[in-house]
């Protein structure tokens, strides 16, 4: 006869709800998936459809009931990973973002923006495009499925326990913020330097002859000057993007090591 006890019940559920926690809590703050235009059911069932095909290849998860204590310890864990992962995920497309705002400023275009109402705020334009052709240019490169592949082999690297993370873990999910000024600031450095020169040769231009006027001259100039730019840089964009997604898929992995 057939039968089954409490503890293989337990074991059941355990080895489902674990990795569901953290791959639900990555799927709501990833970029692409935590936009607002993707409707939270099709989240869930995207997380429950990834956690039954991964279930049965995970490491061993420890048999402790989820409405118990450790239990409850063990599911907040996950979810703080999953959501530290999503945002380091997160912190890249915010670079790109940052570099935008930066050209759009260069550019005179700073105060044109308009409602994004995936973000529900005012988005400047150059930025919205830029965050465009970077997304274009993530799933081209099967980034959704290499963020995926990266978040299984979390489970590995960071097994699911009940150990704490290293204390120096959300130091270093801090200190990854900082990278969004820095890429920001060199995906933007060649636009922004041309532009720069742009303005110092109006500068000596208006200086030489102070009947041309500057404000009627000077703004197309720049903003030729910036979709020029742009377009050359375009073609050129690749292979940082590629570097910078692999560093933010390894600090997916990296940021948040457990305690020995």
Do not use: C
Not at 8 to 19: K, N, S
Not at 74 to 95: E, H, N, Y
């Amino acid at each position: 006869m057939f039968s089954i006890d409490s503890a293989q019940i337990d074991a059941w559920i355990v080895a489902f709800i674990y990795p569901l926690t953290r791959i639900l809590a990555f799927i709501a703050t990833a970029p692409l998936w935590s936009s607002a235009g993707v409707p939270g059911r099709t989240r869930l069932i995207l997380a429950i459809a990834i956690t039954v095909a991964i279930t049965p290849t995970l490491p061993h998860i420890p048999v402790v009931q989820p409405a118990s204590l450790a239990g409850l310890w063990i599911l907040s864990q996950q979810m703080l990973i999953g959501i530290g992962m999503g945002f380091a995920a997160k912190i890249v497309f915010t670079g790109f973002e940052l570099a935008g705002e930066f050209i759009g400023a260069q550019m005179g275009l700073g105060f044109a923006t308009f409602y994004d109402p995936l973000s529900s705020s005012q988005t400047p334009v150059i930025s919205e495009f830029f965050n465009l052709i970077v997304l274009l240019l993530f799933l081209s490169m099967n980034g959704h499925l290499l963020y995926l592949a990266t978040l299984v082999q979390s489970f590995s690297t960071i097994p699911i326990s009940a150990l704490p993370l290293g204390a120096g873990s959300w130091l270093n999910l801090a200190e990854l913020g900082g990278k969004i000024f820095s890429a920001g600031l060199l995906l933007a450095l060649p636009i922004v330097v041309a532009l720069m020169i742009t303005n110092v040769a109006l500068a000596v231009l208006t200086r030489a002859a102070p009947q041309l006027n500057i404000f009627a001259l000077g703004f197309p100039l720049t903003l030729l000057g910036g979709f020029f730019g742009l377009a050359v840089s375009l073609n050129y964009l690749a292979t940082p993007l590629q570097s910078i997604f692999e560093f933010g898929m390894s600090a997916m992995l990296g940021y948040a090591m457990p305690s020995k």
